[in-house]
């Protein structure tokens, strides 16, 4: 049974994993871990404001994904706000993932001429086998070519148009006007807006992990990760600490007894030590500050509620 609530919390952290170009909208999280002790950490990096009513914020976030072969954990960067798609899963399944933070999977039948199908209040109209459009929840119509954003249609008649390789949006346009370009120098990722450099990503020589990010605005110190084995162990400002995690081997007993499911999980982030308790069916996710002080999440597995709670020291 545990194993079958792991499974849950893994696809309701991926679920979540997208809310965090919305500002860590997922209630999993409590401040920079959850129930199955990863990390899961967001910077924002510029907000787009594409029209009145549209608007796409850009940022890296982090989360733990495990290696089955080595047993072992690794970070891993993604960039919310680029990454975009519609791509297969499996035979009868179609996921869109839009750079706005929606993930919505669609499922289709394979053999039939299906034209549109519909879930979580979108709809995808197929178009052909390389066209489709999906039309989300207020109403914007976006188009994508081979899996890959092409223009989107706003509810005031406006187009916008993109871009795209590889799932991650390279240049977005609107009224002629070039609104943002993401442009690859070696291993740096240059983000500009309006034609003005707002940050720049540097990869190390895997080109996986985010060595760096420096920021246009001079008052805004530029940001160092620090990893050992592939796995973040600190991220620094202008050479200032300002992370210092600290991963712990996670025990047999912890195996069976909480939600941890992987060979290490997340004790500290210089700021918080984590506790992690489960019993039949309830588990409980808290942190401890420096001053004693508790904060501490419930999460009931059956009814998927959750509770948060401030102790007292």
């Known amino acids: 049974m545990v194993k079958i609530y792991k499974h849950l919390i893994t696809c309701l952290l991926a679920a979540a994993a997208l809310q965090a170009g919305r500002g860590h909208a997922a209630s999993l999280i409590l401040h920079h871990t959850s129930f199955d002790g990863g990390l899961y950490w967001t910077c924002p990096i510029v907000k787009l404001q594409i029209s009145e009513d549209f608007q796409i914020q850009i940022s890296i976030y982090h989360e733990t994904k495990y290696n089955s072969f080595e047993n072992s954990i690794y970070s891993q960067w993604k960039i919310a706000g680029l990454e975009t798609y519609i791509a297969r899963d ?127 605005k001079f008052k805004r110190p530029s940001l160092r990760f620090t990893y050992e084995a592939g796995n973040v162990v600190g991220i620094s400002e202008c050479n200032k600490a300002i992370y210092k995690f600290v991963w712990r081997e996670t025990a047999l007993l912890d195996s069976f007894l909480t939600l941890l499911k992987n060979p290490k999980y997340l004790y500290s982030d210089g700021y918080y030590k984590y506790n ?38």
């Open 276 to 313: 992690h308790e489960y019993i039949l069916g309830v588990a409980r996710l808290s942190a401890r500050d420096k001053l004693g002080r508790q904060e501490v999440k419930i999460f009931n597995l059956q009814t998927r509620t959750i509770t948060d709670k401030n102790l007292k020291s």
């Open 90 to 216: 499996g035979v009868d399944k179609l996921i869109w993932c839009s750079p706005a933070g929606d993930k919505v999977s669609f499922k289709i039948k394979p053999s039939s001429n299906q034209r549109s199908v519909d879930s979580e209040g979108c709809r995808m109209s197929i178009l052909s086998e390389d066209a489709r459009v999906v039309t989300d929840r207020e109403g914007r119509s976006w188009s994508y070519q081979r899996g890959e954003l092409v223009r989107v249609s706003l509810d005031d008649g406006s187009d916008v148009y993109f871009k795209s390789k590889n799932g991650l949006i390279k240049e977005i346009k609107k009224d002629g006007r070039i609104i943002l370009q993401a442009k690859e120098i070696g291993a740096t990722l240059l983000l500009l807006v309006d034609g003005h450099q707002k940050a720049s990503i540097t990869y190390d020589t895997s080109g996986e992990l985010i060595d760096s990010v420096t920021f246009e």
